[in-house]
């Protein structure tokens, strides 16, 4: 359903106002200016765009084409750290047209921020063809704590096309000083002769210090708790208990037939084997309503001994509407084990464009 507002809004005005709250809620206020000026920086022209117009690019990064999305990472040592995963938008957008804008945005945030680029440099020539395939070439996470804002980049593996994606993988890695993870990660395929589980993010840390991370997304159709199980026994500091409870928490089905479940493998310098891996459970298909979701995620949020009051007061932040009137606020809830930060992160719609009616695709499993 759409959105009805008494004035026209604009994008950059929802979003930074949503900003703005998250920081406060979560202890960043200091931080909430320059996270607003840097998202309305990154997203682009589409930022002063009216809301009541429709979206000026169909982004793949929200349900209702919204470049932004909101996580809230809640750590083990009681800080919370917030998230945007962000496309930029051209004036005229387009798959080169937005890349391009992406690149020019690069350089601004490398002009504000002390970024490391040369694995970025390493690897782009494979990622970022002069006619890129698939919903996106280059996306950006913008990630505040306390202590800096720091900046990441997602790039699309299937940007040649499905087939090609795999190769692509192998050949990031390599290129990366990661050549010996390739044969592991491919050795621990769920569904080895499958097209059901896809390549779907190649993410870089743009930081030079110990802890910054390469990260392969895979996404996994008709998936569930076994193949879950397989993927996560390539990291040996998983715990199989854990990762069970999750998911009969947040989902709690036996397979997965909407929106696919997803992955992530963490890579520090010079290793072989993941040394952290990640499930993110998109709650919003499996939910008939965001109120729904929300008691699921606090009860997994209290049961790993978070403060669960927080998740209240982010989805305040983000929205004053009833949470049965619709769902995909809550969009995915993930489990985050091993190093270097293990965790649970609840990702967050801006809904600037609209709101889901609530009855999700598996809604009978609530």
Sequence with gaps: MRITRSRAVTLNEHTGAQVRRLCAVLGLAEQADEVAAVLADIIGPAGARALDEPPLWRSDVADDHTPVEYSVAFEQDGSHTLRLLVESVARRPGPSANLDAALSCLDRLAERYPLALDRFD???????????????????????TRARVAVKVYLNPEVHGQAAAPGLVAAGLDRLGLTAAWPDLSSHAPRPTSTLDRFSFFAIDLDDSPRSRVKVYQSHFRAGLRELAHLAAACPLTDQDVLADFESTIGGLDSYDGRPLVT?????AGQREPSGFSVYLPVRD???????AL???????????FDAAVLDRAIAAVTNRPLESGVGLIAHVSLRMGRPRPGITVYLSAE???V??????AAGAA
């Excluded at 499996?286 to 729904?292: E, K, L, T």
């Design 352 to 354: 600037a464009y609209a």
């Design 295 to 305: 008691t699921r995620t606090k009860t997994l949020l209290s049961g790993h001994g």
């Design 286 to 292: 499996y939910v008939p309503d965001d109120a729904v």
């Design 122 to 144: 390493a690897v782009r020539g494979l990622f970022l063809p002069d006619e890129p395939r698939g919903v996106f070439s280059l996306w950006f996470s913008i990630v505040v």
């Design 264 to 268: 992530s493998y963490i890579y520090l």
């Design 356 to 361: 889901a009616a609530p009855g999700g695709v």
